[in-house]
């Protein structure tokens, strides 16, 4: 059976996409440095950065942030107790 290009080439452009959606594994995470930027978090979360923004502004983020100048930063700790199902500890 012959595909034709533009169905061929559609699947191509698909599965690339795809591939640029998958965020990074738990186990890549864990190498990651104490606290990381929303993007990247928002990367491993599987949301857009602007949904976490958002969720950081309503006091909702479920990844605790720390102010860093004139920025806030992820967890990377925090992070992987979510990602692991981890219980957050009593405060």
């Known amino acids: ?3 034709p290009q533009q169905a061929a080439t559609s699947t191509a452009v698909r599965r690339g996409a795809r591939k640029s959606i998958c ?6 995470i864990r190498t990651w440095p104490a606290t990381i930027s929303i993007p990247q978090a928002a990367t491993a979360l599987g949301c857009s950065k602007s949904h976490l923004h958002e969720a950081i502004k309503r006091d909702e983020s479920p990844v605790k942030t720390i102010p ?8 990377t700790a925090d992070l992987i107790r979510l990602l692991s199902g981890e219980d957050r500890e009593a405060s």
């Open 23 to 28: 965020g990074p594994t738990l186990a890549e």
């Open 68 to 75: 860093f100048g004139s920025r806030r930063v992820v967890i």
């Open 1 to 3: 059976m012959n595909i």
